[in-house]
C-alpha cells in the first residue's frame, strides 16, 4: 500500500526522550515499511526513518521559538501530503491535539484517516460531526465512546516496541511513578500511597511550576525520591527496577503508554479505574501486596502479546484497507 | 463576479462593539453587494448582510467557550468555501491571525486572497514563501514592506463608513485615548502627555488586567477619566468632541483604524512614528498646539477621500480581478 503518514513536527520523529505520539508514529512508520509497504514519512528533517522523509522544516517548533504560532507549522505539513495525495492510497495524519485533516476531507481524492490522542469534549464531537463521513481511528474503547455520530473505523491501541523494554525478573525495593507533573496525572495521590505504605517512591518525569509548588515539598531523597526525567535507557531500567508503577489517574486519558510499557518489563500496575485503564491494566487490583504478588512473567507476556508493535501495524493496515474500500465504493 | 468572503467566526458581521476586522469585513463585503458582485459571506448565523450568508456557526466563539479550539472553527469556515470552489471567481480570506489560506493554496481550483491583519515576524514570512505564489493583499505599504518573497498583489488601506463618522467643528475640551489597553498602544504614555499640558484625558477601551495593574491608579475622574468600552454611537460623540486624539504607539502596527475614525470627525491625531502611522496620518505633527490648530473640516475631507469605503472597494475589485487575471495565465 501506498501510504503518506503525517506525523507531528514539534520534534524528531522518534523524538528525543518522551513524546508518546512521536514514538507511536515512528514505530507504525517503521513497522509498515518492515512489511513491505511504500511509506513516505512527513516530518522534521532531522528525523530518523526507513520510510522515505518529506521534510518541509529543519527541525521542530519544540527547538525553536521563532516557529510560531506553531498551528500552522502542522497544517502545511498535512497539506503538503494532500497536495500529493494521488501518489498515495491512504493519508494517515496523527493529531496534534485537534483533527486538522477535516478541514480537507472533501478536498483531497484520497482518503484521510485520523487518529486522535486526547478525550474530545462534546463540543469538539460536535463540531467534528459536520464532517460525519471523515475516518477516525480510536485508541481505545473509551476514547471510541465519546465519538459517537463520528465515522469511527476501528480501535488500534497503541503499540510499544516492547523487545526495547527488558524483562526484570527481581525488582528492587521501590514504587515508581513516571509521566507529566500534573493534578490529572495523580503524583500526589502516588506521594499518599507511598507514604501510608512506607515504601520509597521514585519520581520521573521532567521538573515544572507543578513539581515545584506542589511535588517538591514531599521530596525528601530517601522516601520519596526524584529522579528527574528519564531518557529511555533510563526509563526501562527504572520500570524494572520497581515493585509496582503507581498510576493514580484523576482525569480520564484515552490511553495511558506508561502501564504497558511497565507491564511490558514484568513491572505490575497499581492504577484507579478511570478513562482507558481498564482497557490497559488486565489485572486490575485495589491492594497493593496483591500487585506484588502477581508473576511478573506472566505480566511480561501479556504485554507482549497484546502491546506489541506486530499487532498494531496489522491493525492499522486493516484499518486502511477498510478505509480505502469504502472510498472506492 | 462571483466572491465568497471569509470573514472571522469568532463574532457577528458586523461585530456587536469593537473588532477591526470584523467591521472591515462586513464594509467591504456590503460594499461588494452594492457594486452588484455576488457575494458569499461564510460567517456565523447571527450575522447581517445582504450578500448571501453561509453559516456553519450559530455563533462566534468569543461568546460560546465550549468552542475551542478555535482554530479549527476558522480553518472549517475557510474548507467550506474551498469544497464549493468551482462556485467562485475568488475566495478572499480576511486572516484570523495567520494565513490558514496557504494550506489550501494548491488545493482551490479558485485563487485565494489573503487580507493580513498584523505585522509578522521574519519567521512568519520565511514558513509563508513556501508558497511563493499564494496572492497576498497587505493593508499598508508598512505591512507590505515586511512581506518580500511573497506575491503581494496590491495594498489596500481600510475603509470606514465615513457617513456614520459625524463631523463636528466644535469640540469640548479634551483628549482622547481610545484603543485597547496594552502597552504597545502607549495609554501610559497618552497620560504623561495629558498630564503635562495639563488637559483632561479621557480613556476609553474595555478592561483588562493591563488597565487594572498600570491604567486605574492614574484614574482620578477629573483629569484623567476612564470611560469604559464605547459602542459605535458613544466612540463618534467621544472622536467628535475631543480636541486630538492621542495614539502614542510603541509597537509597530500595520494600521491604525482609530486614525482614521477620528480624522473622520474630523478630529485631529498626534501620534508617533512608528509602524504604518505616517501613512494613516499626513499631518504629522510633534507639538499638541500645531495639532489643535488643523482645521477640521479639511481634516474630515481629507479623511473621506482616503478611508472611504468606494475607495477600499474599487480598490479590492482591483486586486480581485488582477489575481484572476494571473490565475488564468
Redesign the interface.
Known amino acids: 500500500m501506498r501510504i503518506a503518514h503525517i506525523a507531528p513536527v514539534a520534534t524528531t520523529i522518534p523524538p528525543p526522550k518522551s513524546g508518546s505520539v512521536e514514538t507511536m508514529t515512528s514505530l507504525l512508520t517503521e513497522g509498515l515499511v518492515a512489511h513491505g509497504h511504500d511509506v513516505t514519512l512527513f516530518a522534521t528533517a532531522d528525523s530518523r526513518t526507513k520510510a522515505k522523509l518529506c521534510a518541509?522544516y529543519p527541525h521542530g517548533y519544540w527547538h525553536d521559538e521563532?516557529?510560531?504560532?506553531w498551528?500552522?507549522?502542522e497544517?502545511?505539513n498535512?497539506?503538503a501530503a494532500?497536495?500529493r495525495a494521488d501518489e498515495f492510497d491512504i493519508i494517515h495524519y496523527e493529531a496534534a491535539?485537534?483533527?486538522?485533516s477535516?478541514?480537507?476531507a472533501?478536498?483531497?481524492p484520497t482518503p484521510i484517516a485520523q487518529t486522535l490522542h486526547h478525550s474530545p469534549?462534546?463540543?469538539?464531537v460536535k463540531?467534528w460531526s459536520?464532517y460525519p463521513e471523515a475516518p477516525f481511528v480510536a485508541i481505545s474503547n473509551e476514547q471510541a465512546r465519546l465519538l459517537s455520530g463520528l465515522n469511527v473505523v476501528g480501535t488500534v491501541l497503541h503499540g510499544i516496541d516492547t523487545d526495547n523494554f527488558t524483562f526484570r525478573d527481581k525488582p528492587d525495593d521501590y514504587l515508581l511513578f513516571l509521566g507529566r507533573f500534573t493534578a490529572g496525572k495523580g503524583v500526589l495521590q502516588a506521594i499518599e500511597i507511598a507514604k501510608r505504605i512506607g515504601m520509597r517512591l521514585i519520581l520521573a518525569a521532567a521538573e515544572d511550576d507543578y513539581y515545584r509548588e506542589k511535588v517538591a515539598p514531599h521530596v525528601d531523597g530517601r522516601h520519596i525520591v526524584y529522579y528527574g526525567e528519564a531518557d529511555f535507557d533510563a526509563k526501562v531500567k527504572l520500570y524494572g527496577g520497581a515493585r509496582a508503577l503507581l498510576y493514580p489517574i484523576q482525569a480520564r486519558e484515552p490511553f495511558g503508554l506508561v502501564l504497558a510499557e511497565a507491564m511490558a518489563c514484568g513491572t505490575p500496575v497499581a492504577a484507579l479505574d478511570r478513562g482507558a485503564v481498564r482497557e490497559v491494566v488486565e489485572q486490575m487490583v485495589n491492594e497493593l501486596p496483591r500487585v506484588f504478588d502477581l508473576d511478573r512473567r506472566r505480566v511480561r507476556d501479556r504485554a507482549v502479546a497484546r502491546f506489541g508493535v506486530e499487532r498494531m501495524v496489522d491493525a492499522y493496515i486493516d484499518v486502511y484497507r477498510r478505509i480505502v474500500e469504502a472510498h472506492r465504493v
Open positions: 518541509i521563532n516557529m510560531w504560532p498551528e500552522l507549522y497544517m502545511l498535512l497539506a494532500v497536495e491535539y485537534y483533527p486538522m477535516l478541514a480537507f472533501r478536498l483531497s469534549s462534546e463540543a469538539e463540531l459536520h
